[in-house]
């Protein structure tokens, strides 16, 4: 009889950026949902959750993906809670985020492959040739050798998850990658790229890579990582028009400080106004300009202002719930009608 294994994965309690972990659950019954899912524990006081003398905290299941790499196996994305199993452990923000069933999400994520603390591809000492032809770039001198393995099999990893991942790019910077994960729910889409996180983090142990997601690896001409937010809503798509879109544009504007607290760490280092950026401190949107914080596609102008809109200023170490909801809350300030 064949045994299944749940790989139950939650983010834990270090800051500012959380941690994914992960253990294994053996099950006889093959799991079909969420719901033969039962909830866990694990030891929160090694991971920054909870003291040793009160250490136990509880993961309730809240998604379900089948696991590509593994025989008989599943991933269940995990929220942490208190011993109690009802109340959220204070590093759960996903408990507490808005969510909207028919606004509509599509991540960039954008990182480097790392070997002995350097991207893949550059030489020990010093610096390979400045940026140009490695976006989207084809040939050993461009992308080095093991790097378009690990996108392609992450990329097939994510497709056997049932995640919509929609497409891979070779970014700017030499040793630099990006995946795009679209879905519908603020939930839905930040749980499917953690777990993409998670999937790439897990496959590159075998090459003796690491995932580098910090937004600046590295100071002077070479691009940051960021994780532009594209999103809609239903009226962004159904009714949109160009009233609207100022009014959300001024509700944009009003709250950058509070975009740029949930929008990731260090974001200062890589929202300088170059590189394609916007400076940390100032708003604009421009219709397919990628130096605005907010880039607006041709086809939304075309279409009655009517689609969606590009927040490009997330980084790419920024946690998916807190960007999207932080959209989210942004949009329900501007009325509809
Ligand atoms: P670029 O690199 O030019 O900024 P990408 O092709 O990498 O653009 O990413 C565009 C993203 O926009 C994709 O993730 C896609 O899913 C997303 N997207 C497309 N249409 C919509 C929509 N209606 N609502 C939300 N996101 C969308
Ligand atoms: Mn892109
Ligand atoms: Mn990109
Ligand atoms: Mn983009």
Request: glycine share 8%; proline share 6%.
């Amino acid at each position: 009889m064949a045994k299944y294994k749940l790989e139950y994965v939650w983010l834990d309690g270090y800051t500012p950026v959380p941690n994914l972990r992960g253990k294994t659950r053996v099950a006889s019954e093959e799991p079909k949902s969420l719901e033969d899912c039962p909830m866990w524990g694990f030891d929160g006081s090694s991971t920054q959750q909870a003291d040793g003398s009160n250490s136990d905290c509880m993961l309730k299941p809240v998604a379900f993906y089948p696991d590509g790499g593994r025989a008989n196996a599943f991933i269940v994305m995990c929220e942490v809670m208190m011993p109690d199993e009802v109340t959220p452990h204070p590093s759960n923000f996903r408990a507490t985020i808005i969510d909207d069933e028919d606004a509509w999400f599509g991540l960039e994520q954008e990182y480097f492959l790392f070997h002995n603390k350097r991207p893949l591809g550059w030489p020990t000492d010093g610096f390979p040739d400045p940026q140009g032809e490695y976006y989207t770039g084809v040939g050993f001198a461009n992308v080095g050798d093991i790097a378009r393995e690990i996108v392609d099999e992450h990329l097939d990893l994510c497709l056997a998850a049932g995640i919509n991942h929609e497409g891979i790019n070779a970014e700017v910077a030499k040793g630099q990658w990006e995946f795009q994960i679209f879905s519908k729910g603020s939930k839905n889409c930040a749980d499917d790229m953690w777990i993409a996180r998670y999937l790439l983090l897990r496959l590159c142990e075998r090459y003796q890579v690491d995932v580098e997601w910090h937004c600046k690896p590295f100071l002077g001409d070479w691009n940051g990582s960021g994780m532009h937010c594209n999103f809609s809503t239903k009226h962004l798509r159904e009714v949109g028009g160009k009233d609207y879109f100022m009014k959300l544009m001024d509700a944009f504007e009003n709250n950058i400080e509070e975009h740029i607290a949930a929008y990731g760490p260090d974001n200062q280092l890589r929202l300088t106004g170059l590189h394609e950026t916007q400076s940390i401190d100032k708003f604009s949107w421009g219709i397919a300009d990628r130096g605005a914080s907010i880039r607006v596609p041709h086809s939304f102008v075309n279409n009655d202002y009517k689609g969606y809109l590009e927040d490009r200023r997330p980084n790419s170490q920024g946690d998916p719930y807190q960007i999207c909801s932080r959209v989210l809350k942004t949009i329900s300030e501007v009325p509809t009608s």
